[in-house]
């Protein structure tokens, strides 16, 4: 039982590192010139475009 | 003195500036929060040492010691999955509006208002939960007795003490967020060594974890399912970081992480500590029937001084966390009213020329909590309230999104630089998933006063959008062009206590 409950533990520090690290690619990838603010896309609540 | 700002960071803010003027706001507030900062605000809001442990003792005694074991990861595998949505959207749109802003870009006025209010409801409840918590551990220690007039005193005091901090000093609000985020993982530390080395009995034998919980007439799986509230009300309060984003350098990315860590590292020492303690419990029955059921874990396993030490230590924990939640709630109650959302927006949006902080806003977030302290008696049922309302107002941006992003109308170029490109909608669908399970489970007996709240809070928002602000509301709404934004910021640096430091 106590393996079960660090096992849980394990799968969410792996979850944890795993989606930061998606992120962080995302990060590396990301172009700001090609950047669209969702603002000017959609407006801003006042009605979608 | 403050230190002088490098060069680069002159440049940051002032792309910053520009960047808060896409969406038509002002830098009205003070921008200076690092990356650690906007960390630390959130870190001190989910404060593991306030949740895991005001709640303890209702998790113990639902669900047993095992929750502790169990409860604890299970919950934070899914909080991970929600709190990166969110901080996509945090990279995608960071102002202090956060959720409500996110929500009205991409569903349109009416959800923007709908999730602000759930997300206000959340909000001022978690303040509520939290200092009222901390005077429920205050009292006793300043050697008053144990009775609701003393609590809602000692409450009161706290209150204004938060209030006056965050009204007067958002640089001495921020270091001593840094200073709290550092005191949660010392204190932990601590904690667990001492439990680790100096306590004669361990157990982590399948008897103790499984073989006995409270007195309750549900069953066990049912039991330990509601004593997930202990985990999910920790793990609430993370949005802070993006509520304080027009506040923080380099928002697009320390927002997000910001949001994204708190989770992360709590998760961490969260989970160490509960075990550390729980393992080291000699009498299950004597903790679980003990007034304060953490405190008599610690007692019973390293004696009476320890235990009062560690009293001190959690109440000033949980004092932190008070502190860094109004600051959190009176920047969506500011962000809100700046837009016009709610009764005399005017007066909750003004902020003050000399100290860059939304003063009314703050003065609201107060006193709301001090009311909804005095009305809901059973502090699980203030806790579920926040659960539930908090995760509404996150869950209906990310629902929002995906939608979007079903219709392919959302595109690469929309993400900002924290996003998880590929993975993104399947996150987003698994926090749905969570999102909902809580909300049912959170409003069931025994919580089904939080099940009223919500009910009715959802009623009358319903008849007061339809009878009053479907056509007056106008959702988020550009303060001026690019020469009033400039022309408003100027007359604030010119009054403000912090031009010195030459932030502009």
């Known amino acids: ?49 | 003195m403050q230190p002088k700002k490098a060069p680069e960071s002159h440049g940051q803010v002032s792309k910053d500036i520009q960047d808060l003027h896409q969406f038509g706001y002002a830098q009205e507030l003070f921008r200076e929060m690092g990356g650690f900062s906007n960390f630390a605000i959130s870190f001190s809001i989910i404060s593991i040492l306030t949740g895991a442990v005001t709640l303890y003792g209702f998790g113990i005694n639902m669900g047993g010691p095992g929750v502790m074991g169990f409860g604890w990861p299970l919950v934070t595998i899914f909080v991970l999955f929600i709190s990166a949505s969110m901080a996509e959207l945090s990279s995608a749109i960071p102002t202090s509006g956060a959720l409500y802003h996110w929500s009205s870009v991409l569903g349109g006025k009416a959800w923007g208002w709908f999730t602000a209010w759930f997300n206000l409801i959340g909000q001022m409840t978690i303040t509520a939960g939290i200092d009222f918590g901390v005077a429920s551990f205050a009292a006793p220690l300043l050697g008053m007795a144990e009775n609701q007039t003393n609590f809602l005193i000692v409450y009161a005091v706290i209150l204004v003490m938060h209030g006056l901090l965050n009204h007067y000093g958002i640089r001495l609000v921020a270091r001593l967020n840094d200073f709290s985020a550092i005191y949660h993982m010392a204190g932990v530390v601590v904690l667990v060594i001492a439990l680790t080395f100096f306590v004669p009995k361990h157990d982590v034998s399948l008897p103790f974890l499984l073989g006995k919980h409270g007195d309750t007439t549900y069953p066990y799986w049912w039991a330990f399912m509601l004593a997930l509230l202990q985990a999910q009300w920790t793990y609430t309060g993370y949005d802070a970081s993006a509520h304080v984003t027009e506040e923080t350098v380099d928002p697009r990315r320390r927002g997000p992480w910001g949001v994204y860590l708190s989770v992360a590292v709590s998760a961490i020492f969260g989970y160490v500590m509960l075990l550390a303690v729980t393992a080291s419990i000699q009498d299950l029955p004597a903790v679980m029937g003990a007034t304060n059921p953490y405190i008599a874990a610690i007692e019973g396993a390293l004696g009476t001084a320890w235990g009062r030490a560690m009293l001190w230590m959690v109440t000033l924990a949980m004092w932190f966390c008070g502190l860094a939640s109004v600051t959190a709630n009176s920047r969506m109650i500011y962000a809100f009213a700046r837009d016009g959302g709610m009764p005399f927006s005017g007066a909750w949006a003004t902020v003050s020329k000399k100290y860059r902080t939304p003063v009314n806003a703050i003065w609201m977030s107060v006193v709301v909590a001090f009311l909804f302290a005095v009305w809901a008696d059973a502090y699980s049922v203030i806790t579920s309230v926040s659960v539930v309302a908090l995760y509404v107002s996150y869950l209906i941006p990310v629902a929002l999104k995906l939608i979007w992003q079903a219709k392919g109308q959302w595109k690469q170029e929309h993400f900002g630089p924290w996003n998880l490109g590929s993975w993104s909608p399947v996150v987003n669908v698994i926090s749905m998933i969570w999102g909902v399970i809580v909300t049912i489970l959170f409003v069931v007996p025994p919580n089904e006063k939080a099940g009223y709240a919500m009910g009715g809070s959802l009623v009358f928002l319903l008849i007061y959008w339809f009878a009053f602000e479907k056509n007056r509301f106008q959702g988020p709404r550009a303060i001026g062009a690019e020469e009033e934004l400039a022309k408003i910021e100027a007359e604030l640096e010119k009054q403000s206590i912090y031009k010195e430091a030459g932030v502009k």
Request: hydrophobic share 55%; proline share 0%; aromatic share 6%.
């Open chain 1, 1 to 49: 039982m106590v393996a079960l409950g660090l096992g849980l533990f394990a799968l969410s520090m792996v979850i944890a590192v795993a989606l930061g690290w998606k992120a962080a690619e995302g990060s590396k990838v990301w172009d700001e010139a090609s950047h669209i603010n969702l603002v000017q896309t959609l407006g801003n609540g006042k009605g979608k475009k």
